[in-house]
């Protein structure tokens, strides 16, 4: 007997479905028949809500990067405090950031696990992306404040996110990246 569910839940079903897939064989060794047969559905059920295996890879990397800034803007949270203290309140540490993913061992060990440096930097990017728009806000704030003095906070908020995002990605395993980063932050915006 055919059973109907809400769009959106067989949707979330599909996806969930395809990280448990992906996370077992590996994203290049999955096929929509795989998912299909773990969740005991048609392919043509899949290929209703996805067009193709890389539509859910792109829904999986979008839900995650939501996960992971989500709960790094909570952890971070530091009303009251000045965009020096907050700066310094980092540690800079790339365990740090990666603290709020061990809540999702599933997602956690598809983009973590060794062989998946594409996909993990592809989430990093996709993560940045969307932190953007929370560090533009906390920087005009900090503008509005007087605590800096820079005219195009549009390019201050890519610079300050993506910087880092190069150093953590190529030096984050040194004992000092994180120090350089807020040293050097602080030294930019001359606080």
Do not use: W
């Not at 890389?54 to 952890?75: G, Q, S, T």
């Not at 956690?108 to 560090?135: C, N, R, W």
């Not at 610079?159 to 050097?184: A, N, P, W």
Request: hydrophobic share 35%; glycine share 6%; aromatic share 8%.
């Amino acid at each position: 007997m055919r059973t109907v569910k809400d769009p959106d839940t067989r949707k979330q079903e599909i996806l969930s479905g395809a990280l448990l897939v992906f996370a077992r064989k590996g994203y290049d060794k999955t096929t929509i028949s795989d998912i299909a047969r773990e969740l005991g559905i048609s392919q043509g059920l899949c290929y209703r809500y996805y067009a193709s295996k890389e539509e859910i890879y792109d829904a999986a990397v979008e839900e995650y990067a939501d996960i992971i800034v989500r709960a790094n803007l909570k952890r971070f949270d530091s009303k009251g405090k000045t965009l020096k203290e907050k700066i310094r309140s980092f540690s800079g540490s790339l365990k740090e950031y990666r603290e709020p993913e061990k809540d999702n061992e599933l997602l956690y060990s598809l983009f973590h696990s060794e062989g998946s440096q594409k996909m993990h930097d592809q989430l990093m990017i996709k993560t940045a992306a969307k932190l953007v728009p929370h560090i533009k806000k906390e920087l005009e704030k900090a503008r509005d404040a007087g605590e800096i003095n820079i005219s195009d906070i549009d390019a201050l908020s890519y610079f300050f996110v993506y910087g880092q995002l190069g150093m953590l990605l190529e030096h984050g395993s040194e004992k000092d990246c994180g120090k350089r980063i807020k040293d050097t932050l602080i030294e930019i915006l001359n606080l």
